[in-house]
């Protein structure tokens, strides 16, 4: 499980393409616009990165997934159970034994990722013996930061990392740097517009947006370029940071 | 401000390597002994992936820091400023007009690190000219959670990245996947004894020690490894996740 950074086909670590290049099997789930670009991403970087061997890169279809379910949880899991087994079948069918495998993970497998789930899942069913590797990447989060130039802490403060949907009642009282992921449908109008915002979409790619301000005054810009974006690329997806006090 | 990686030199991205062969000078400061084996890897990266350009590696005593102060705002905004005149002495004294001057960072910039904060004070100076771009690079807390091969957040929901001191009244209430970075002297019997711990020290490097379990199992075991590797190595450096209800 390879961690390829977020879209900036230099974010890949030299471990990485030392992994890389131990590869029989590419696996890649795909749909849609979004998910073509991002299976797009790792062919691009597996030509770039791989030299003299011979690897197979197997394409398949992700598994239907509904954005924005009534039960989160329950949908959650069962499109958890759908994409294992259809991995498992995947690498039952193309991987030879003692065989080397890589799935390509967008950012960092750490971070709001299902992979080491689906993986763990395989695991359990027990039909498959697999030893697997995590290789840490660059995740959107590291990109905003850089490029912002800002730290994401306050000096010895902490850092909370969510998602749009746990801060759709409002912020965590006592945190001061929060980072939003995942914000399918990021609304600021029930927030403070006195919060300093820096915002980034596409990061480390070289379709990057980046933008910072009081929240109450750049509110409105970011969503018209989020507007704007999505339609010209058919799928966004952003990070940002929220502060209290800047 | 080049983000290395925790230790392990494959952690180098290709932006940092393409970055590192653009530079006329590396900047580090070092004391001690934790500070010279940060310098050591810090050359080691220099002398691995700097091909057939000449640089010239300046090496300055990092300013006195009182670790446990009574007053840590205060102590952290001296340490801060005379970090920021020596930087500004060095980069006036060693990189020529038009030079391209590098801070190796370790982990990431944007985590609990003062380079950015002290390039910022340099700008504001308004003493020297400076253009400054940051690099991002893997933190410990990815290099902690790929070698448990865990996911930091549970699934939707929130990470907490926090420090020793922050926890040291116990940890916040709401919060069920807690990161602790910085801790210089980890007590973990103020915390509930069921909490499940991810703990690394050395993460990335050769010398990487992970151990994982109930907290109320482990924690003896991990304060002897603790102690033990410290006395090896004359310093020590470790990540820990906390997770409730694991």
């Not at 301000?213 to 750049?218: H, K, W």
Request: glycine share 10%; net charge negative.
């Amino acid at each position: 499980m390879i961690g390829i950074g977020t879209g900036n086909p230099e974010h890949v670590t030299i471990q990485a393409i030392r992994a890389l290049n131990t590869v029989d099997v590419v696996f890649a789930l795909g749909k849609g616009q979004e998910k073509a670009d991002l299976v797009a991403l790792r062919r691009a970087i597996c030509e770039r990165y791989i030299e003299g061997r011979s690897y197979r890169f197997v394409e398949a279809q992700d598994p239907e997934r509904d954005r924005d379910p009534a039960d989160y949880g329950g949908t959650v899991e069962a499109w958890h159970a759908a994409r294992a087994a259809l991995y498992e079948a995947l690498i039952a069918a193309e991987l030879p034994e003692e065989g080397v495998g890589a799935i390509l993970v967008w950012g960092d497998p750490s971070l709001y990722d299902s992979t080491l789930r689906i993986v763990d899942r395989i695991e359990a069913r027990g039909r498959l013996p697999l030893a697997v590797r995590v290789i840490p990447g660059i995740s959107s989060v590291q990109a905003l930061a850089a490029s912002h130039r800002i730290a994401l802490n306050r000096i010895g403060a902490p850092i909370h990392i969510t998602t749009g949907r746990q801060i759709a009642g409002g912020l965590p009282p006592d945190a001061d740097s929060i980072v939003v992921m995942l914000d399918g449908h990021p609304r600021f109008d029930h927030l403070d517009p006195d919060l300093t915002i820096y915002w980034g979409a596409y990061l480390g790619s070289a379709d990057e947006i980046v933008l910072s301000g009081r929240l109450g005054d750049v509110a409105g810009e970011i969503g018209r370029l989020r507007t704007e974006a999505r339609a010209r690329h058919g799928w966004i997806m952003d990070t940002y940071l929220l502060r209290r006090g800047d």
